[in-house]
Every structure is written in structure tokens, then in C-alpha cells.
Nanobody
Framework: QVQLVESGGGLVQAGGSLRLSCAVP?????????MAWYRQAPGKQRELVASITPGGSTDYADSVKGRFTISRDNTKNTVYLQMNSLKIEDTAVYYCNTPSGIFAWGKGTLVTVSS
């Protein structure tokens, strides 16, 4: 079973920044077509936040456009999510997966934005 490992979350004040990382097994990184970051806030459904293709094309949810940047380093088998200008409403557990969510969900990494 493929295990994705998210890291980099934490407590940050509104307006601050965090960078999340997702470690992807090397055998998978070379074969998958795209990767994505999702988030799930308390009491809400999981939502897709950002995605990136092997060629580097990106797409974002309207709520994070201009603030979040997804990137990937195929040499390190890692996908990143740079989050700037964080808002209280960005508080959630963040997960990585493919855009279609084909892998088992990892434990995620908790991002808490305080006022």
C-alpha cells in the first residue's frame, strides 16, 4: 500500500507563512501523472486546494489563488505547498494525494492559523 507522508504544519499567526512537504515513494513519483494538496477543516468535507502536473502546470482553488504555490521536486520525490498570507479560515488538516485521490490517505499535517 502506498504511504504518503505529509509534514510541515504548525501554529502560525494570520498573515504568516508555512511550507508543507509530501514525501512520495520514488517508484510512484515517476509513474503518476499529477499530484495535489487537499485540506479538511473541522466539520467540513475534504477539498482540493492545488494540483500540479509532471510538466509543472498548476491549478488552485479560488480561495487560495495568489497566496498558495504548489511545486514538485522529482529528484527528491517531494511535493510542496508554500502557503503565504495565511488566514484563519485556512486552518485545517492538509493532505496530499493525486487529483483523483487514488492512494490511501495519510495522516495529514495540521495547520492552525490564529488571530
Amino acid at each position: 500500500q502506498v504511504q504518503l507522508v505529509e509534514s510541515g504544519g504548525g501554529l502560525v499567526q494570520a498573515g504568516g507563512s508555512l511550507r508543507l512537504s509530501c514525501a512520495v515513494p520514488g517508484s510512484i513519483m515517476a509513474r503518476i501523472s499529477a499530484m495535489a494538496w487537499y485540506r479538511q477543516a473541522p466539520g467540513k468535507q475534504r477539498e482540493l486546494v492545488a494540483s500540479i502536473t509532471p510538466g509543472g502546470s498548476t491549478d488552485y482553488a479560488d480561495s487560495v489563488k495568489g497566496r498558495f504555490t504548489i511545486s514538485r521536486d522529482n529528484t527528491k520525490n517531494t511535493v510542496y505547498l508554500q502557503m503565504n498570507s495565511l488566514k484563519i479560515e485556512d486552518t485545517a488538516v492538509y493532505y496530499c494525494n493525486t487529483p483523483s485521490g487514488i492512494f490511501a490517505w495519510g495522516k495529514g499535517t495540521l495547520v492552525t492559523v490564529s488571530s
